[in-house]
């Protein structure tokens, strides 16, 4: 197994083994202060949430190829993101905009609001089956 981790100090995403072997950056161009990431390993794709200058959601093979956005418009600070893997949405939430809204995870279209708050400072977001939980500040 592998585990995946941001380091936005750094601006980058890194993949090592569960020991901490055979670590290496997976992406690190084009990245300014990345958030979040989910993985699929089944369909072998990974996403990550970006807060920088152009916030976004993107999506990339596992080994950091064919890099996507699939998000840009509309999003500010997207914290948490999760996989659906059942119906193959993609959840992100987003601090500013206080919703959480979601996408079809292999072209990122059908956008939809899943749910829209006031004043509430959502940082992270998890999809279960029929349940969506989410964490605020």
């Not at 072209?107 to 969506?132: H, W």
Request: glycine letters at 10%.
């Amino acid at each position: 197994g592998n585990i995946y981790w941001t380091d936005h100090g750094f601006n980058l995403i890194e993949v090592a083994r569960l020991n901490g072997s055979f670590r290496y950056v997976i992406l690190s161009q084009g990245l300014d202060q990345p958030r979040s990431i989910a993985v699929h390993p089944e369909k072998g794709y990974l996403f990550w949430t970006e807060w920088g200058q152009t916030p976004c959601i993107g999506k990339a093979h596992l080994d950091g190829s064919e890099k996507v956005v699939l998000v840009s418009l509309g999003i500010a600070w997207p914290n948490g993101i999760s996989i659906d893997y059942e119906e193959n949405k993609l959840y992100w939430c987003d601090a500013r905009t206080d919703k959480i809204e979601r996408i079809d995870l292999e072209s990122g279209g059908n956008r939809e609001i899943v749910l829209s708050g006031s004043n509430v400072d959502m940082f992270s977001v998890a999809v279960f089956g029929a349940y969506i939980y989410w964490s605020d500040r």
